[in-house]
């Protein structure tokens, strides 16, 4: 643990040191006009509809490569609501931090945070701290909420899905999870593998350009990022929620080789391994390339391809099909591989 | 604690025990049609400008005289939206629950929390859970997240408070801190004090409606709700912020006679504790006696009086006179009172 000054209960109070805390450590970090009011609530004025989300973050480490809790709270909600297409306004950050932690480990992760909400250019317009004592937390938790502006007229929604439809994804799957067993130490050979953890906006933001071109921003039907139970998950949910079957292909689905390795060895099935910069996107067939060329000329979007299609042929359920020519039936994972991988 | 199904880790993964436990507890208690839809991400169509508010609720115990976490967590958002004067439009709650923690008291804490956001009209429509190992948290933590609609055009805040200005308090003091004081069994007498925990919109609304039949909305000034560091740091605050004085009457704060006793005995100032379901409000002189007589017609208002003034006699200080004619400065408590008092 980091040297140096650390949180005390009297952080929590609502007096002096309160402020003191959130003044020299938050508002620093987070330095924008709304939140320097320090009002309990703040004041923003959205046009048209708005998405609103929350997430809580109990990562464990709280750094790991390729990110922090800091990065992964503001990215995973920015995430959200871009899978509504909905352009980051405002975020709420809230702590609930453990006596003793070091006030520098704070500083540096709220750093984290604010240079990813800066990348996602969203402000963070309010929050909260909570000190509890030692042994009644693990660390630090962050609950960030986001509200933004809705960016299309439509509904987006597994219920805007249609037979033929492609199913993009976005890049590699499995990364942030073998980063995370990376960082606890959970195998001996190193495995260069960082997080993927991002924020997502500007790759939605180009997908909707890209739709509008192709047929019009309609034919964008579905969006969800595969967090905790990964890209299975995401399709298991869409073909139960849509009544409708997916196909897809596992030769398309980009794994990295060391995420592969990891997999290989520990007898995880990466499709169902949480990643925290990737998105799924359900479009019309005839806008899948201008889609995926858009999506790919993003930062984090240069591994997007086509992997699979909707189908009406077998309701309800997500196909696998094999290099070989087998098909598996790809099922919800039912219990917990990873506890606190965000 | 109470017997039967706990909570596991597998309902904190993403896959299909963490549908189950949204659906069964979740979806069951905050019923409502954007909640069900299970989007990543709810859509509001919001009116104007918005507040947006942010808490995490970590007290202990869970259930107290008067309360509990549940309905804490929708009390403590709806008032913070308050103080904006914005009705409340849609709450998010994330929900972080230690593994082994009992459903049936989840379910518990979740209809309360339901309960309370019926009455103060605002659908739970969206939110998060994460699942901790036991020992990684202390039962279960709630960050409940508003967005409300600001019904005033005005700015409302230190900045328009003005010289003259009443100070007005809705009821007694205290009564939250001493519930949980009891609730801990921290003193072997027996108080019969209850927690205040309230939404306080309707409120809100009646002096904000009071104001507009007395001078317009606009003499409405300030409003913050006293909870951690109680009524002197709302006040402390307000006069730091504004640069002018306060004078508050000792005699005019209403504190119960059982709150008085635990005070004397245990040795705690009734003007820094927490409170979960008052308000301070700061209007022109001239509308004080319309705005006290509407905050009395509602529920959680009956005590509602003026309390005190502004004054630039004595810049950034507050003074309050005693019963004896002297005064003492009251200074904002520094460090903690009482750790997770919310």
Request: some cysteine; proline content about 4%.
């Amino acid at each position: 643990m980091t040297d140096g000054e650390r949180v005390l209960l009297g952080h929590g109070s609502g007096g002096k040191l309160y402020r003191d805390l959130v003044k020299d450590v938050f508002v620093t970090a987070f330095a924008n006009p709304v939140l320097e009011r320090l009002d309990d609530a703040a004041a923003l004025a959205p046009r048209g509809r708005i998405a609103f989300t929350t997430d809580s973050h109990v990562v464990q480490p709280l750094t790991f490569p390729g990110g922090d809790i800091g990065r992964l709270s503001v990215a995973g909600t920015v995430n959200d609501l871009a899978t509504a297409a909905a352009r980051p306004l405002a975020l709420a950050a809230a702590f609930i931090i453990e006596e003793g932690f070091a006030l520098a480990d704070l500083r540096d992760l709220c750093a984290s945070a604010a240079a990813t909400a800066r990348e996602a250019a969203v402000p963070i317009v309010t929050g909260d701290t909570k000190v509890v004592e030692r042994g009644a937390a693990d660390g630090l938790f962050i609950t960030t909420t986001g509200v933004g502006e809705i960016v299309v007229a439509h509904e987006l929604g597994s219920a805007a899905v249609r037979d033929g439809d492609a199913v993009i994804l976005s890049g590699s799957v499995g990364d942030h999870a073998v980063a995370i067993l990376a960082a606890r130490g959970e195998f001996k050979f190193s495995a260069a593998v960082r997080s993927d953890c991002a924020p997502l906006w500007s790759l939605v933001e180009a997908a909707v350009s890209a739709a509008r071109g192709a047929g019009g921003e309609e034919v964008l039907h579905f969006m969800r990022d595969p967090t905790r139970g990964g890209l299975t998950t995401v399709l298991a949910e869409l073909a139960e929620e849509s009544g409708l079957g997916i196909e897809v292909e596992e030769d398309a689905i980009p794994i990295s080789p060391a995420v592969r390795s990891v997999c290989d060895l520990l007898g995880y099935d990466p499709l169902t391994l949480a990643n925290e910069g990737k998105m799924v996107l359900v479009v019309a067939a005839g806008a899948a390339d201008a889609v995926v060329a858009a999506v790919r000329q993003t930062e984090y979007g240069r591994g997007a391809r086509r992997i699979g299609f909707v189908t009406a042929a077998h309701p309800g359920r997500v196909a696998l099909r094999t290099p070989f020519g087998t098909r598996r039936v790809l099922d919800m994972p039912v219990g917990e591989l990873l506890p606190r991988i965000c």
